[in-house]
């Protein structure tokens, strides 16, 4: 499964080497450019089936991404699996409704938050936070990528088990 996905985001052009600063603030000599995946339909749509694949079975009510970088995940998984999603902004608008969580959200309702590329888990934090606030119960992180840098342990503190479909060590072959 991961050697697909690995030859998918080789192909589409994803993993870029380099000297770059990651969102965390991190300096790294590689990068995964995602978005180069979420916005090419037939890696995003083997992206969504291996997705899917993962959480058979698991009843999970409702999906979440944070906006931008995971909402089409969020999209494509949804259409796959007929489980409607939300996203969680960053922060709020200061016009329309003002809300941090779009789309409709029950109080108990169990929510998986699909992520990209975890690295420090920063954004996946604060989605679990903020959709917990608003009465859900986020279990669950599954990302695209794990970068192996601490996420895990991050989200594990908030007793948030995560889940990921390829890691950054069998991206570079270690």
């Known amino acids: 499964m991961s050697d697909e996905l690995k030859m998918a985001l080789e192909g589409c052009g994803a993993i870029l080497y380099g000297d770059f600063t990651l969102a965390s603030g991190k300096k790294s000599k590689y990068y995964i ?5 979420t916005t090419d339909p037939k890696v995003l749509g083997l992206i969504a089936d291996q997705m899917a694949k993962r959480i058979e079975g698991d009843g999970f009510q409702r999906i979440a991404g944070v906006v931008l970088g995971s909402v089409p995940l ?7 699996t007929g489980i409607p999603f939300v996203m969680v902004r960053k922060e709020k608008k200061d016009h329309g409704t003002g809300k941090l969580i779009e789309g409709q959200l029950n109080p108990g309702e169990k929510v998986l938050v699909v992520e990209d590329v975890i690295t420090s888990a920063g954004s996946a934090v604060y989605a679990v936070e903020t959709l917990r606030q608003a009465g ?9 990528v794990d970068r192996e840098e601490g996420g895990r342990d991050a989200l594990g503190k908030l ?4 889940r990921a479909l390829i890691t950054a060590s069998k991206i570079l072959g270690k």
């Open 33 to 37: 450019d995602i978005k180069r995946a």
């Open 74 to 80: 969020a999209v494509a998984l949804s259409l796959r």
């Open 159 to 162: 007793d948030v088990e995560m």
């Open 136 to 144: 859900a119960n986020v279990g669950t992180v599954m990302s695209v």
